[in-house]
């Protein structure tokens, strides 16, 4: 019991610390800097969506950039169109896309594993297209910018909209950077809970095994679509987020590498952990934002190169991820100090909340369903 | 009416491009029941093989013949690398998914950086001419896109048919382990279908170069109409891949045209195909039942 | 999971509160320095007193060296548009090696570039540009490429006082100066371009057909409402259109196949990048219209891909073509081979037409420090707004280059229309400059 106790000073501990970074970080970091974390934050909780559908639920999604584009759109059409103030709009972009969500789950009911896989990455290809060809509502190719009047060279002009502060000391986009911490880790609570309660067991439970979940009386069809809703609904967060820090949509942001990139995040940090998607999304935002622009000008376009290998050099030798690969390893430490003795209550949790990708798996069920 | 025969060609054309792409898709399916995301990127990079030898001076039948060579190796070593380790890939398919994207990113940054960003000349194969029948004006190459189509569905065929490789490839699809048992190298004929995919689409990348410019993005969004046209003839059926591939590359040149909702969207059409067959024909058109395990 | 959440919470509350009083730590970067010693201030076009809250006219440069800085994709599908950035970087290097530039304050200085990647999403060009502006510290912001990329940063760099030369975009959008005083075209508006083949048109074919396919974005329709403006009244008709969208993943091929029925005698393909001289390999031998490109792939690294059918096609053309014989005795073209070559640009980069583009951009920026009194972020916008027949870069010497402020923003305004021969290019019509006229021809 005494390590069990140890682990979790160590989790205390750094959960403490990840606070007091994320806190202290846009008071000492150059404002377009605080506006890429921002935009870090943004991908993480859409990836945050994506893994409560691909990771808890089993139902891989390739196309969730479209539904991280449906998101920023309402906001942007909510804006621009309809002049809502802006922060319910991400209200708003939660619901359309669970609805959107609902409606593609109904089809994924029939389709599953790799062919969905295979719509949903036609879906993704698809959103570009479908924002241009409607073009009168969404401004096609030229996108469209959240303005406000403002007084610029002696008269009012439409102008992208500005987050004034309202606290004395906190820049512009430190203000903004709070309000959109608060939102994301109010996503990521939620989701915490979600997959904890009883509903959880049963995403897990279906992903597992279908039948066996029927069988001990989940409702299979409503829990996978409630499943899509909600990963949508998270996901359009995500996307609204993004409009309301960028002030601007435009179909170029919204290709198939988006998708791509959220499946990275998930993949990365952790499928079927809760904090994981958040940790792809930083190591993501590290690469691309800070890394990579460091580079030899010849090695520029060695960026997806490099991605693309550790992707499959993580997928054949850790495919848990790094969230995954922490929890095996305090699995692995806890069982060892115990001297192999009976599972514990602390250890039954890290078992279920990550039952990973990986576990190359002789000792599950060999019929199962694994991601 | 001109007009409509006029775009009917174009479609032909795409179709057997996007059917070429279905073939590879096909045999890897086939042999290993998996759906290869990152075939259009292997066919582009081959497609870039080609280029290099034709631009080096080889004739193009050479340059082609080289260029699958290449891709042919690069499916044989992609496979043994990075997808036999994963295992049955229905049992999952998360981990095919992404293995097969980090494929696709790594095989579009490599050749950027080896070949540059600059779109490439490759002259059509069958040159630019064309020939009018009917006050239709049909370009030599897409004449010889159809025969190239068609040669190469015959000798898929007879590979399948009667040849003890492809008969054996044809054991380890159904039942590896007891082609295993039969003595069939099981890894070595899954690496044989992963090599001749790759050197199948090497044909679908020398075919739409001439179209689109040889260039990195050149199999991106093509690869999702070759999709298309398997899921429609049904994953591991060879003329479902044509039939699919012609009925796809049709309806997306001539539906944009006619339907002024579907303007922007030729993706649109193939889309809806894809959703539609999966839903109430998950076997596709020619496809076997049991294999779509849908 | 089993931590204190509260107190985490009253821990975190604590830390913004402290945060926020300190501020942000950076070092106190200049600000509200005298506003330019330009003596003129008062009726210049920009009055930086007037216009920024805060001014610091002389950041980025820090002794005899001024650091600029610009964004292009360096990766994914629109890298191709890097070859003009890397034209950028040949001139910056070329000047550097014969010593810099000499301003008119009379001092020499060396520049130093600063490239950002934003991989043409425009979702990234403005945190890139606030990087430039707050890391980098640059003194300006030169060949920007995209225009949807330009327009994201619009606001931020007006607001910010940055001037923002030479734009990689010819959308009429960059007319409006009197809004955004601190953006200047590096390219001719493309509906003046337009305008000019309506006025080749109205002389040798009064009662032409057109046939018109376009890029359906800003570019496109650019070209699309000016040909529809400038035929009206006139005997010309568009009988056909078709637009195409890059994204979409198919060719031109059905398109232009589509257009080939209208019984059109004129095609005018309002395209860029490789689209543009593929759609020249779709035109049925049945069809043999009088055709009209883009000027944007007129060079020889877009025409190649033509296959042979790039001949007889006509452009609007506004620069010299490097590739092009006749025009090889040109000085400027003489100083781009070589001073380009030795700069480490290679032979397809020196002959394609798209790397002396930007080697253009780095020449307007280096006409405009050599022509202000001071190295003034002010002085320098000044300057280029008040250009009286000036000359840079591969600028056809025909061009008379003037500007004037709002009233005439525009440092590009001329064209003469040739027709493609086998090596190089033979006038139609002779150079026309069309001074002051671009914004009232977009509308």
């Given at each position: 019991m005494k390590t069990l106790r140890g682990l979790g000073l160590v989790q205390t501990i750094l959960w403490a610390v990840a606070l007091i970074v994320v806190i202290v970080l846009p008071f000492t970091s150059a404002p377009f800097r605080v506006e890429q974390y921002i935009t870090w934050m943004t991908i993480a909780v859409a990836a945050a969506g994506l893994n409560l559908l691909t990771?808890?639920?089993?139902?891989?999604?390739?196309?969730?950039g479209a539904l991280y584009g449906t998101g920023a759109y309402t906001v942007a059409i909510l804006v621009t169109d309809a002049e809502w103030p802006l922060l319910p709009t991400v209200i708003a972009a939660a619901i359309v896309c669970f609805v959107v969500g609902v409606i593609i789950g109904l089809p994924a009911l029939r389709i599953k594993g790799l062919y969905l896989a295979l719509v949903t990455l036609a879906v993704a290809t698809l959103f570009p297209l479908v924002i241009e060809q409607f073009?009168?509502?969404?401004?096609?190719?030229g996108g469209l910018t959240l303005t406000s009047e403002q007084l610029y060279r002696g008269s009012i002009r439409d102008r992208r909209v500005k987050w004034e502060s309202?606290?004395?000391?906190?820049a512009s986009d430190q203000w903004k950077y709070f309000i959109f911490l608060a939102i994301s880790i109010i996503c990521f609570v939620v989701i915490a809970n979600l997959v904890k309660s009883r509903v959880g067991r049963s995403l897990v439970a279906i992903r597992d095994n279908e039948t066996a979940a029927e069988v001990s009386g989940i409702n299979v069809s409503r829990t996978k679509i409630l499943t899509f809703g909600v990963s949508a609904a998270i996901a359009g967060i995500g996307g609204a987020m993004f409009a309301l820090n960028k002030g601007q949509v435009n179909?170029?942001?919204?290709?198939l590498t988006l998708s791509i990139y959220l499946l990275v995040a998930v993949v990365l940090g952790?499928?079927?952990?809760?904090i994981g998607p958040a940790i792809g999304a930083v190591i993501y935002g590290v690469f691309i934002d800070v890394i990579s622009p460091e580079l030899p000008e010849s090695l520029h376009s060695a960026t997806p190169l490099i991605l693309g290998t550790l992707l499959v050099a993580q997928m054949l030798?850790?495919?848990?991820?790094i969230v995954g690969g922490f929890h095996d390893l305090t699995a692995r430490i806890s069982r060892r100090k115990q001297g192999g003795g009976k599972q514990d209550k602390n250890e039954e949790v890290t078992v279920t909340t990550h039952e990973?990708?990986?576990?190359?798996?002789?000792?599950?069920?060999?019929?199962g369903f694994h991601p | 009416m001109n007009d409509f025969l006029e775009i009917l060609v174009v479609g032909i054309g795409n179709g057997a491009i996007y059917a070429m792409l279905g073939l590879g898709l096909v045999v890897i399916y086939r042999s290993t029941g998996l759906l290869n995301f990152a075939s259009g990127e292997l066919a582009m990079f081959s497609t870039f093989i080609v280029w290099t030898f034709w631009n080096f001076g080889l004739p193009m039948w050479l340059a082609i013949l080289g260029g699958m060579v290449g891709g042919f190796l690069i499916g044989v070593l992609v496979h043994k690398v990075a997808?036999?380790?994963?295992?049955?890939p229905h049992e999952r398919p998360l981990a095919v998914v992404i293995v097969t994207i980090g494929l696709f990113l790594g095989l579009n940054g490599a050749a950027q950086l080896i070949w540059g960003t600059v779109d490439k000349r490759l002259d059509p194969w069958f040159g630019v001419s064309q020939i009018t029948v009917g006050g239709v004006a049909i370009a030599w190459q897409k004449i010889g896109a159809v025969v190239v189509l068609f040669m190469m569905v015959l000798l898929l065929w007879a590979l399948f048919k009667f040849t003890k490789v492809g008969l054996s490839m044809r054991a380890v699809a159904s039942n590896s382990e007891s082609s295993a048992l039969c003595g069939v190298s099981v890894q070595n004929m899954l690496m044989l279908g992963w090599g001749m995919a790759a050197g199948i689409g090497t044909l679908a990348g020398v075919f739409s170069a001439p179209n689109l410019?040889?260039?990195?993005?050149?199999m991106q969004l093509t690869l999702v109409f070759g999709f298309a046209a398997i899921v429609l003839g049904g994953f591991d059926s060879i003329l479902g891949a044509v039939v699919g591939g012609f009925v796809v590359g049709i309806l997306s040149s001539v539906v944009p045209q006619y339907v002024s909702v579907f303007e922007k969207m030729p993706l649109a059409p193939a889309f809806i195909l894809i959703l539609a067959v999966l839903l109430?024909?998950?076997?596709?058109?020619?496809?076997s039942k049991e294999v779509a395990r849908v | 999971m089993n931590m204190n959440w509260k107190g985490l919470a009253a821990l975190g509350c604590a830390l913004v509160l402290i945060g926020s009083a300190c501020?942000?730590?950076?070092?106190d970067s200049s600000s509200d320095?005298?506003?330019?010693?330009?003596?003129?201030?008062?009726?210049?076009?920009?009055?930086p007193s007037e216009?920024?809250?805060?001014?610091?006219?002389?950041?980025?440069?820090?002794g005899d060296t001024i650091k600029i800085g610009t964004i292009r994709?360096?990766?994914?599908?629109?890298?191709?548009?890097?070859q003009v950035t890397s034209g950028l970087d040949a001139w910056v290097e070329s000047t550097n090696a014969n010593g810099g530039v000499t301003a008119g304050d009379g001092n020499t200085y060396q520049i130093e570039l600063i490239k950002e990647n934003d991989g043409y999403d425009p979702a990234r060009t403005p945190e890139l540009a606030k990087k430039l502006v707050e890391?980098?510290?640059?003194f300006a912001i030169v060949g920007v490429i995209g225009t949807e990329n330009n327009k994201a940063i619009r606001d931020y760099l007006n607001d910010e006082c940055v001037p923002n030369i030479a734009l990689a975009t010819g959308s009429p959008?960059?007319?409006r100066a009197d809004e955004y005083p601190w953006y200047i075209a590096g390219l001719p508006s493309y509906a003046t371009e337009a305008s000019m083949w309506t006025d080749y048109l109205q002389e040798t074919n009064p009662e032409a057909k057109i046939a018109l396919l376009y890029q359906d974005d800003d570019f496109g329709e650019a070209y699309q409402t000016t040909l529809q403006k400038e035929i009206e009244?006139?005997?010309?008709?568009?009988?056909d259109e078709q637009s195409y969208n890059?994204?979409?993943?198919?060719?031109?091929e059905a398109a232009t196949v589509s257009l080939s029925q209208?019984?059109?005698d004129t095609f005018i393909v309002g395209l860029g990048g490789t689209p543009c001289p593929a759609t020249l390999t779709f035109i049925p031998e049945t069809w043999t219209p009088e055709t009209f490109v883009s000027?944007?792939?007129?060079?020889n690294t877009a025409l190649s891909l033509a296959g042979g059918k790039d001949l007889g096609i006509l452009i609007a053309q506004a620069?010299?073509?490097?590739?092009d014989p006749a025009d090889a005795d040109q000085p400027a073209v003489q100083d781009f081979l070589t001073n380009g070559a030795a700069a480490g640009l290679d032979e397809g980069q020196l002959a394609g037409g798209i790397s002396s583009v930007g080697w253009g951009f780095g020449a307007l920026f280096g006409a405009g420090l050599e022509e202000?009194?001071?190295?003034?972020r002010a002085a320098l916008m000044n300057t280029l707004f008040s250009l009286e027949d000036s000359s840079f870069g591969l600028?056809?010497?025909?061009?008379?280059i003037t500007t004037d402020g709002?009233?005439?923003?525009?440092p590009l305004e001329g064209f003469r229309i040739v027709s493609r021969t086998a090596d190089g290019w033979e006038e139609m019509s002779p150079f026309t400059n069309k001074n002051g006229e671009s914004n009232e021809i977009a509308g």
């Open positions: 990771g808890y639920n089993g139902q891989i999604s390739v196309g969730h073009s009168d509502l969404t401004g096609g190719s309202p606290i004395d000391g906190l179909p170029t942001s919204f290709t952790g499928a079927s952990t809760v030798m850790a495919p848990s991820g990973v990708v990986a576990e190359t798996d002789l000792e599950t069920d060999p019929g | 997808v036999s380790p994963l295992g049955d410019g040889l260039g990195t993005n050149l109430f024909r998950p076997q596709g058109l020619f496809g | 501020g942000r730590d950076d070092g320095s005298d506003n330019g010693d330009s003596s003129s201030a008062e009726d210049a076009f920009i009055n216009d920024c809250d805060t001014y610091d006219g002389s950041a980025g440069v820090d994709p360096a990766d994914g599908p629109y890298a191709i548009y890097d890391q980098e510290g640059v959008e960059w007319g009244g006139t005997d010309m008709e568009i009988v890059p994204l979409s993943g198919g060719s031109t209208s019984e059109a000027t944007t792939c007129s060079g620069v010299y073509d490097p590739a202000s009194d001071t190295v003034d600028v056809r010497d025909e061009m008379d709002g009233e005439d923003p525009w």
